[in-house]
């Protein structure tokens, strides 16, 4: 029987979560259960009395060609160990997709295993940049004019200056980064900003310590000055750090010997070519021409 999931099966769900994300940092999952998850947003396939598949729907809306679309990020994919391989999971997709196809143009998912969602219609049409920076890489300057507790208001002001480059982004407003400050904060992270000799921020980065070297999950700035006082305040965080872009980020000019790789982010399933046609007034048949009509890149680099 597949259904929403209730508040009583909460804490089924979260050992679900565990069992099929062992890699995911337990800090995460408890703030995403605190704070995040609603279980009206939460599909669950029940067989016996018992969960055996379950995921989240989270609404959100996207700015897309000037336009805000009502859309969900799929995530919290899983099927109980012992029950994989009987299809439950698909019944819980077909059914969650039905469900998208009623009530938006596109639904999204992120992941680095896109072959698991092509069968449903997904394709991938944001991939992330990951540079592995050192020492040696980055030029060394002070870190006058970095800050460690940057106002929400001040990280809503640089943001949206930065984001005016992109398309197809999450709108965010002030009670975004309120929660993004307590989330980053859990996972035993720091914000980091860079204010200039006026003392107006240029730029912040969320960095997440990860053993012995710090992921720098989103980075935003104005200026090359911006971003090399960010990552030299990385560097003394830790001596190795991953610096995650846009794929359309290309900093080789900044560091041109920091090895970089590519990796799939985010894929789409367009649920509705015929109005997404009519919404843009462009002839839209699949995916990849409704992501081509812009004349931006792309930056999806949400959590949830």
Request: hydrophobic share 35%; aromatic share 12%.
């Amino acid at each position: 029987m597949i259904d929403k999931a209730t508040v009583e099966q909460t804490n089924e769900i979260k050992q679900i979560w565990r069992m099929c994300f062992p890699k995911e940092d337990p800090r995460y999952t408890e703030f995403f259960f605190k704070n995040v998850y609603k279980p009206e947003n939460c599909y669950v396939n029940i067989v016996d009395g018992k969960i055996v598949s379950t995921l989240v729907r989270n609404p959100h809306e996207l700015m897309f060609n000037g336009r805000v679309i009502a859309t969900s990020m799929l995530m919290g994919v899983a099927t109980v160990p012992k029950e994989q391989n009987n299809g439950y999971m698909k019944q819980l997709m077909e059914s969650v997709l039905d469900a998208c196809e009623h009530s938006e143009l596109i639904t999204l998912i992120q992941t680095e295993t896109p072959e698991l969602y092509e069968p449903y219609g997904f394709k991938t049409i944001y991939k992330r940049r990951d540079y592995t920076l050192e020492r040696k890489d980055v030029n060394r300057i002070t870190n006058f004019g970095c800050a460690y507790e940057p106002s929400p208001i001040d990280l809503l002001k640089v943001y949206s200056a930065f984001i005016k480059r992109f398309n197809g982004f999450y709108p965010r407003d002030l009670e975004y980064f309120v929660q993004y400050r307590k989330q980053v904060i859990a996972l035993g992270g720091k914000i980091v900003a860079y204010y200039d000799s006026k003392d107006q921020i240029r730029g912040y980065a969320v960095m997440i310590p990860q053993g012995n070297e710090l992921r720098v999950e989103e980075i935003i700035y104005l200026d090359s000055m911006s971003l090399t006082k960010l990552c030299n305040a990385a560097l003394q965080e830790r001596r190795i750090i991953h610096l995650l872009v846009s794929e359309a980020e290309d900093l080789s000019i900044l560091f041109p010997e920091a090895p970089s790789k590519e990796y799939p982010s985010t894929m789409v399933r367009l649920n509705d070519p015929i109005l997404f046609s009519r919404v843009f007034n462009k002839k839209i048949t699949n995916v990849q021409e409704a992501f081509g009509i812009t004349n931006k890149p792309l930056n999806l680099n949400e959590w949830e």
